[in-house]
């Protein structure tokens, strides 16, 4: 069901609740108190009956229909309307899903709109329920403590994303050929996450600055700070892990290319390895032509070859084969073919 939860409160205290939204409306009129509407993922015709009730602005009703909004704050009238980009860790995937949730703030209402999961504004709700001199101050209390709620679940994910971190720089001395797309990954989630949560400064100081306009009680201003030192504290471990993420990926490319290199080395060496074969076998492949070319000559038996008669013609052939075969070894070596 899109409409979660759904009560009035007067006094602090929860005094009606209704699965409907006319009776919400009905009773929030004879009660005279605040109303506290809870959807998730509501139809367009429910968000329309909401804004039409509560007299919501067009242009904050259309951003909450079409979803996909960054973090931010604004004042129409007499109504606050907030965005907030909330973020889950999941162990499983070790991946971080990103949620989105508009707040409507007037002065007797707030609707929270959630399309995604989290946060869990059940545990919101229980815990302002408890508390109903916090409760008892408005709106605003409770825009407050969706706000800590926001914040504090963004502590297991920056966990999760320094445990990712610590993995990749294990893979990265470890040769893991696939921590590349890791990193590329990894970062494509940081960066999300400092689009959810740098606008989110914005959206606190905003409020800060009304503080004295509007008469916010001192304890939902200390609660604020609080919030928003905590919000300071996120964002700057989500810088730190961009540009640990960065250097990781210089590292990467560093080591990649140093194996290239050692490769193109390897390759080298063996190329050079290679010529150095292959001029040895040259050289002695010629010394061995020398006295193979003499003796095919004289093997020819034509008629007309008086070194055949002669008496000193076969050991002048053997010392011709002889010291050709050596001039051309003394010739290799010294060109240190050999």
């Given at each position: 069901?899109?409409?979660?939860?759904?009560?009035?409160?007067?006094?602090?205290?929860?005094t009606?609740?209704s699965?409907?939204?006319?009776?919400?409306?009905?009773?929030?009129?004879?009660?005279?108190?605040?109303?506290?509407?809870?959807?998730?993922?509501?139809?367009?015709d429910?968000?329309?009956?909401?804004?039409?009730?509560?007299?919501?602005h067009?242009?904050?009703?259309?951003?909450?229909?079409?979803?996909?909004?960054?973090?931010?704050?604004?004042?129409?009238?007499?109504?606050?309307?907030?965005?907030?980009?909330?973020a889950?860790?999941?162990?499983?995937?070790?991946?971080?899903?990103?949620?989105?949730?508009?707040?409507?703030?007037?002065?007797?209402?707030?609707?929270?709109?959630?399309?995604?999961?989290?946060?869990?504004?059940?545990?919101?709700?229980?815990?302002?329920?408890?508390?109903?001199?916090?409760?008892?101050?408005?709106?605003?209390?409770?825009?407050?403590?969706?706000?800590?709620?926001?914040?504090?679940?963004?502590?297991?994910?920056?966990?999760?994303?320094?445990?990712?971190?610590?993995?990749?720089?294990?893979?990265?001395?470890?040769?893991?050929?696939?921590?590349?797309?890791?990193?590329?990954?990894?970062?494509?989630?940081?960066?999300?996450?400092?689009?959810?949560?740098?606008?989110?400064?914005?959206?606190?100081?905003?409020?800060?600055?009304?503080?004295?306009?509007?008469?916010?009680?001192?304890?939902?201003?200390?609660?604020?700070?609080?919030?928003?030192?905590?919000?300071?504290?996120?964002?700057?471990?989500?810088?730190?892990f961009?540009?640990?993420?960065?250097?990781?990926l210089?590292?990467?490319?560093?080591?990649?290319?140093?194996?290239?290199?050692?490769?193109?080395?390897?390759?080298?060496?063996?190329?050079?390895s290679?010529?150095?074969?292959?001029?040895?076998?040259?050289?002695?492949?010629?010394?061995?032509?020398?006295?193979?070319?003499?003796?095919?000559?004289?093997?020819?038996?034509?008629?007309?070859?008086?070194?055949?008669?002669?008496?000193?013609?076969?050991?002048?052939?053997?010392?011709?084969?002889?010291?050709?075969?050596?001039?051309?070894y003394?010739?290799?070596?010294?060109?240190?073919?050999?």
């Open positions: 069901m899109s409409l979660v939860d759904s009560a009035i409160y007067v006094g602090g205290e929860r009606d609740t699965d409907n939204l006319e009776d919400i409306y009905a009773r929030l009129r004879e009660r005279n108190g605040m109303a506290w509407i809870g959807l998730y993922r509501p139809h367009v429910e968000i329309r009956s909401v804004a039409q009730e509560f007299d919501l067009e242009l904050a009703v259309e951003d909450a229909i079409s979803a996909h909004q960054r973090p931010k704050l604004e004042r129409y009238g007499g109504t606050l309307f907030a965005v907030l980009r909330p889950q860790y999941v162990d499983e995937t070790e991946k971080v899903v990103f949620g989105e949730l508009h707040v409507f703030v007037g002065a007797d209402f707030i609707v929270t709109v959630r399309h995604a999961e989290s946060p869990d504004l059940g545990r919101v709700r229980r815990r302002l329920e408890q508390t109903p001199a916090l409760l008892s101050v408005g709106p605003e209390a409770i825009l407050y403590a969706i706000l800590d709620q926001v914040v504090d679940e963004y502590a297991p994910v920056v966990a999760g994303l320094e445990n990712d971190i610590d993995e990749i720089e294990d893979q990265l001395f470890d040769g893991d050929p696939a921590v590349s797309r890791r990193i590329y990954e990894l970062s494509r989630e940081v960066i999300e996450f400092q689009r959810a949560t740098h606008p989110l400064l914005d959206v606190l100081t905003g409020l800060e600055r009304g503080f004295d306009k509007y008469g916010v009680d001192v304890e939902l201003q200390r609660s604020l700070r609080d919030v928003h030192d905590h919000t300071l504290r996120v964002v700057e471990r989500v810088d730190s961009r540009a640990l993420l960065q250097n990781a210089t590292v990467h490319a560093t080591l990649v290319g140093q194996q290239q290199n050692d490769e193109m080395r390897r390759l080298t060496e063996a190329s050079l290679q010529n150095e074969e292959v001029k040895k076998i040259s050289a002695w492949a010629a010394i061995l032509f020398a006295p193979t070319l003499v003796g095919t000559i004289y093997g020819m038996n034509f008629d007309h070859m008086p070194e055949l008669g002669w008496t000193v013609g076969y050991p002048l052939a053997l010392l011709a084969m002889l010291m050709t075969g050596v001039i051309l003394l010739v290799f070596k010294r060109r240190r073919w050999l």
